[in-house]
């Protein structure tokens, strides 16, 4: 058990709560060491402190650059007290313990947040901090290491208690300082390949600030997290709640899907999630129009779901929602005659983003195996009109070509096996994850089918429609069932070693079909 605390040193940029905390340690009799803009605002509070450059003999050089990377501070930090071999060169060296650091990192962060130019943000990286960090994580045996304001109330209870924090307490603080470093060099590191042309680099750093402890994850016997990362992307991390319960993991997850989704489309557009799937999508002149069209798709499904807007949410829209029993809303804005309307189902979670996330931006898309982790690219592919290549005798008319480029961004966001029936604007029918890709085009189908009779008409929606697949259909049978179930054009990526055959299956029925050139498969 080391002695208790005599001297703190004390270097952040965040001086939340710094007052409070440096006083009631000044008042125990510690130490106060300091650098720079700390030790300054330390001096304003009529605190004494005592400046690195007096504790090294060696003044702050090259703008700050150069003031704690010094043996004094790094021997305090790191001397094993007790060895004594540590002891004599403390002694012989004249290096003083540190038992107590507090810092927290240059914004780097918060710079790149808010768009800062290459130097400035250079400038934002602590080289120092780490350090520091590092050397009294390493040796929590001896030496507390806070990195996080929240911390110093716990802190300072045990120091008013014993002088001096727990074990398990310094423990803890040294995993969360060690994440710290970790999470700020990911960042950084992050930041340099978005700055370089390299791809698939030799190393990959993820790292996160937390955002909220979820009550579990998929499952109530799984504890969960959600964590903010660098990147700068409206959506479900960064958007305000302004009502209702708790998020979920699961809300999470399906509310990212909805809302990368409904971004692809520059008209009013709404989509229904439901277990990380479409379940509906619609285009319309208003936001209200648009999910009319998305529900008509598949209404059972859309019980319990979550709804995204690419537009504010306006009060006709709002109305008709809360009709329906939903989970999540997210969209850009909402007016306040809308947040009126939600307010009166206090359970329904409103999420405001202030904005759209680019499906054309680059980015990553992380998952876990075991072992390691699978990194790519995020899949900002997209085709435009002059670009499909009609491989059958007929071509798709006008409306066709509309409805297949619809259908196809559609189908980039449904688990594969994806097929997406759609008509003016909506889907029609939405078949997901099936391990046959005929099966999903049977599935789709039959939703249709079911949402026809649900709406009371005389015929399902996929008659007349068109089909999009996120990937080439491997056989005729797929393209023959959705033929049957009514859709009159294709589109799919083409490839497969029997295109030949499929596109002569196609002629033969009179299907218009294109090919894309570009796969979504989602797993």
């Known amino acids: 058990m080391p002695d208790k605390i005599r001297r703190a040193l004390l270097s952040v940029s965040d001086k939340t709560g710094l007052e409070s905390f440096a006083r009631a340690m000044a008042d125990r009799g510690i130490e106060l060491v300091s650098t720079g803009g700390t030790a300054k605002a330390l001096r304003d509070w009529g605190l004494e402190v005592r400046d690195v450059s007096e504790v090294t003999g060696f003044p702050e050089i090259m703008d700050g650059r150069v003031k704690t990377l010094h043996p004094k501070i790094h021997g305090g930090l790191l001397a094993v007290r007790g060895l004594a071999h540590h002891d004599q060169a403390a002694q012989e060296h004249a290096i003083g313990m540190i038992d107590l650091l507090v810092v927290n990192l240059y914004p780097f962060e918060q710079t790149v ?182 529900l008509r798709c598949d209404p059972v499904s859309a019980f319990g779901g979550i709804i995204a807007f690419n537009r504010a949410l306006d009060a006709e829209s709002a109305s008709a929602i809360v009709s329906l029993f939903t989970e999540v809303i997210i969209a850009p804005g909402a007016s306040g005659e809308a947040m009126a309307i939600i307010a009166g189902k206090k359970n329904l979670r409103l999420l405001l983003t202030d904005g759209l996330p680019d499906p054309r931006a680059d980015g990553l898309a992380v998952k876990t195996v075991a072992g390691g982790l699978l990194v790519q690219s995020r899949d900002n592919g997209e085709i435009q009109r002059g670009e499909l290549r009609v491989v059958t005798s007929r071509a798709p008319t006008a409306l066709e070509t509309e409805d297949l480029l619809f259908a196809f961004k559609v189908a980039k966001h449904v688990k594969s096996n994806a097929i997406v029936y759609a008509r003016n604007g909506a889907t029609v ?69 029997r295109d030949d055959e499929i596109i002569a299956a196609a002629n033969n029925i009179g299907l218009a079909m294109v090919f894309t050139g570009i796969r979504h498969f989602r797993h």
């Open 429 to 497: 029918g939405i078949g997901a994850g099936q391990m046959s890709r005929i099966d999903s085009a049977r599935i789709a189908a039959a939703k249709s089918i079911d949402a026809a009779h649900a709406a009371g008409l005389d015929e399902p929606l996929v008659k007349g429609s068109v089909v999009a697949s996120d990937a080439f259909f491997p056989f005729a049978d797929g393209l023959l069932q959705a033929a049957e179930a009514g859709a009159t054009a294709v589109i799919q990526p083409g490839g497969s070693m």
């Open 113 to 294: 947040a808010r768009g800062a130019g290459f130097d400035e943000t250079i400038e934002n990286i602590d080289v120092g901090g780490p350090a520091m960090i590092r050397a009294a994580a390493k040796n929590h045996a001896h030496v507390t290491v806070v990195v996080d304001p929240a911390d110093y109330d716990a802190v300072l209870s045990e120091i008013e208690e014993s002088g001096i924090s727990s074990n398990t307490t310094r423990t803890r603080l040294a995993a969360k300082a060690f994440a710290r470093t970790a999470s700020y060099d990911a960042a950084i590191s992050q930041w340099f390949a978005r700055n370089t042309e390299e791809q698939c680099p030799d190393f990959v750093a993820v790292g996160g600030s937390l955002i909220q402890r979820l009550r579990y994850g998929e499952n109530p016997h799984q504890w969960a997290g959600f964590y903010r990362t660098l990147e700068k992307r409206p959506g479900v991390a960064s958007a305000r709640q302004v009502q209702g319960k708790e998020l979920s993991y699961n809300n999470i997850n399906d509310t990212d899907a909805a809302y990368e989704c409904v971004a692809e489309f520059a008209e009013p557009a709404c989509v229904i999630v439901k277990h990380a799937n479409p379940c509906g999508v619609g285009l319309g002149s208003t936001p209200s129009q648009a999910y009319e069209k998305a």
